[in-house]
């Protein structure tokens, strides 16, 4: 390990050889043991660092003041200045800020300490210091410090920021003081619109986040806070006593009525047949839309049949947002009201309809409604696009087209090859990487490849660094830069590390290479020590319990959790455990991979989700559009095209996205019952 960070160093101060693939670490290195960290001052930095990073995970200020000296002269001193200065901002000087950032200037930690650095300034409403540091941000990559600018433009320059401070205001999730303050200072000056105040205080509502509901209300109307909390709390109480007939004046009446039906139909879709004929006569248009709206996303995400029935009632689908205009598209979609779904998709804004899939699912409906021609030249143009998307694939099919293996990229120019191996941060990532501060060194490198200058690099220092990702074994920035190219290098963008094994195992499995394949690189772009937020481990990303459970029905005698981290094992937990669900599935691969990232149970829910038990039987790309979880649909998304190019690769064969998808329908009941004895509805 010592000889390769040696050499990474080297590289950093631009006298050394790139190593070639096989001399990169497969694992992180562990932290020097003291012996050797007494004999050799190297190895005594690289556990500082080490221990500099978990003493700044837990806040621990005083052990990053005492290790700081220890990391002198390290190629990540700039880590650990950072951490330690990080650690005490809020009690920092101006003058020690200023001396960071020159001291290590150009510096991805420059920037990172900036960004800090702003936004404890934008709390202390210090605007003057806000302006100066503000100018010489490179990252433009935080919306929070975004809003605080917006801010200061209008209270300095009186310029018109409304719409842009609606739009991070809006898509902010959580309570967030940056926006919101933004926005009080508009509506202060009368040029926050109302609709854009009650949208927030909506969302907020139906997120179950009152305080944020309550502070979005009193930007215009702070007398009205405790109304808000009432209504949150119980809606049905609060519309049925006098609260809301003494509300004046009427426009306030209305919106909070409207927020009271919108948390009802939120618990329950069905509330709105319940408590619309009463309610939705005092209400406006638009408000009568929001309730209908909420009702139908809710159900949507249900996969109830009465969404489209929900989302059919409102009358204006443009002045709704984003996300549940998409779900009252996904509604009419699952049930197959193509008519309803080309007016959705019509009225989408043009940011919103020209995405990959409501393109593609435009032209979907345009052929359902007999205009094959108009459908055909949608179709075009999203198989043209650049990068082998799931929805470019879709298209390419619908043209009679299928997936054939790209043909090699063109080499990397050796001038470029020689500026990604002599690029100061690429390297400083690169050695974080081989230390095990992987967190740090993909931050690093994503900021060198895609923040530190505007647009980020040119595409052909692109490929040459994607390349270098590649010979290092850092697969998954391999692949993410790749990705970002105007053209396909298959050896960069579909690696196949491991080959030997995963074929092996992918066999003794009775899984296709490929699929497995695609699976694990949406699972951990082939970082084998990956760990995910929810405990998840190794190169398939499997959970402990998962790991346990098909341990024992492989019959693995003395099994250990702490094994999912070996190569052999993982690959042989994880691709028995995926043809279990295979065959719980009765051999769908959607199904089996959503059951893979979100657990059977819901899987079960999703294909028959109605109260007997039944549901509509939709072709594979419709129930994969309507998974409720975002990242369970990407997911699905992603495995099964990943898997056609893994395919056409391997086997140098045309492949079909749209075979693999196939038809997803309730199962009947032999078929439950074989699939229920073949793999326990109990796996985990």
């Not at 940056?178 to 508009?186: K, Y």
């Not at 981290?565 to 028995?576: C, K, Q, R, V, Y």
């Not at 309507?626 to 997911?635: A, K, L, M, Q, V």
Request: net charge positive; charged share 20%; proline share 7%.
């Amino acid at each position: 390990m010592r000889k390769i960070l040696t050499l990474l160093i080297a590289a950093l101060g631009c006298c050394a050889q790139a190593q070639p693939l096989a001399a990169a670490p497969a694992t992180p290195p562990p932290a020097a043991p003291a012996a050797e960290a007494d004999s050799d001052p190297a190895a005594l930095a690289d556990a500082a660092l080490l221990q500099m990073s978990e003493a700044a995970r837990k806040g621990d200020q005083a052990r990053l003041s005492a290790l700081l000296p220890l990391a002198r002269g390290h190629a990540l001193e700039p880590w650990a200045a950072y951490w330690e200065l990080k650690a005490r901002l809020p009690t920092a000087s101006a003058e020690e800020v200023d001396a960071f950032l020159a001291r290590w200037s150009g510096t991805y930690q420059q920037d990172r300490l900036r960004a800090d650095w702003l936004r404890l300034l934008g709390q202390r409403r210090d605007w003057a210091r806000f302006a100066a540091y503000e100018k010489d941000w490179r990252m433009r990559d935080e919306p929070q410090i975004h809003c605080y600018s917006l801010a200061l433009a209008h209270m300095n320059e009186k310029q018109n920021v409304s719409a842009e401070v609606a739009r991070l205001w809006l898509a902010q999730k959580p309570d967030d003081d940056a926006c919101l303050f933004a926005a009080s200072r508009l509506a202060e000056s009368g040029l926050l619109p109302a609709e854009v105040v009650w949208r927030k205080a909506g969302a907020a509502v139906l997120a179950g986040q009152v305080k944020l509901a309550r502070a979005a209300v009193s930007l215009l109307h702070p007398e009205a806070a405790d109304q808000v909390q009432a209504l949150h709390d119980k809606p049905a109480r609060w519309l049925a006593g006098k609260a809301p007939a003494g509300i004046k004046p009427p426009e306030l009446r209305r919106a909070l009525i409207t927020l009271a039906l919108m948390k009802l139909v939120w618990a329950d879709p069905a509330a709105a047949r319940q408590y619309m004929p009463q309610w939705g006569r005092q209400l406006e248009a638009a408000e009568r839309d929001r309730v209908w709206a909420a009702a139908g996303r809710k159900a949507a995400l249900r996969l109830l049949p009465e969404a489209a029935a929900y989302y059919a009632q409102v009358s204006q689908p443009a002045a709704l947002d984003d996300e549940t205009r998409a779900w009252m598209a996904r509604a009419f979609l699952r049930a197959g009201r193509w008519g309803q779904v080309l007016r959705t998709i019509d009225a989408m804004p043009a940011a919103q309809a020209v995405s990959p899939v409501w393109t593609y699912w435009r032209a979907r409906a345009l052929q359902a409604q007999g205009r094959s021609e108009q459908a055909r030249a949608i179709y075009q143009s999203v198989a043209r696009a650049s990068g082998g998307s799931y929805y470019q694939k879709l298209a390419a099919e619908a043209l009679g087209q299928r997936l054939t293996a790209s043909p090699a990229a063109p080499p990397v120019a050796p001038a470029e090859s020689e500026a990604a191996r002599k690029h100061p941060g690429l390297n400083r990532a690169l050695i974080a990487i081989a230390l095990g501060l992987r967190n740090e060194g993909v931050r690093e490198w994503n900021y060198s490849v895609n923040l530190h200058t505007p647009g980020g690099m040119d595409e052909g220092l692109r490929h040459a660094v994607a390349e270098r990702a590649c010979q290092y074994q850092v697969w998954d920035r391999c692949i993410s830069d790749s990705e970002r190219l105007s053209f396909a290098d298959p050896r960069l963008r579909f690696p196949t590390p491991h080959r030997q094994q995963v074929q092996a195992h992918a066999q003794a499995a009775g899984l296709e290479t490929a699929y497995v394949y695609g699976l694990i690189r949406q699972e951990s772009r082939f970082v084998t020590n990956a760990r995910s937020r929810v405990g998840a481990s190794g190169l398939m990303q499997i959970m402990p319990a998962t790991a346990r459970w098909t341990a024992r029905r492989l019959g693995l005698q003395g099994f250990q959790p702490d094994q999912i981290n070996e190569l052999e094992t993982n690959l042989l937990i994880g691709t028995h455990y995926l043809k279990l669900a295979l065959e719980r599935f009765g051999g769908a691969l959607p199904l089996a991979a959503a059951a893979y990232n979100a657990g059977p149970a819901r899987v079960r829910q999703w294909r028959a989700p109605e109260a007997d038990g039944r549901g509509p039987e939709l072709e594979g790309a419709i129930w994969i559009e309507n998974i409720p979880f975002d990242e369970t649909r990407i997911y699905v998304q992603n495995v099964l095209s990943n898997t056609v190019d893994y395919a056409a690769g391997l086997t140098g064969q045309p492949q079909s996205l749209a075979a693999r998808l196939g038809r997803v329908a309730p199962p009947s009941a032999e078929e439950d019952a074989a699939a229920n004895a073949a793999a326990p509805a109990s796996m985990p």
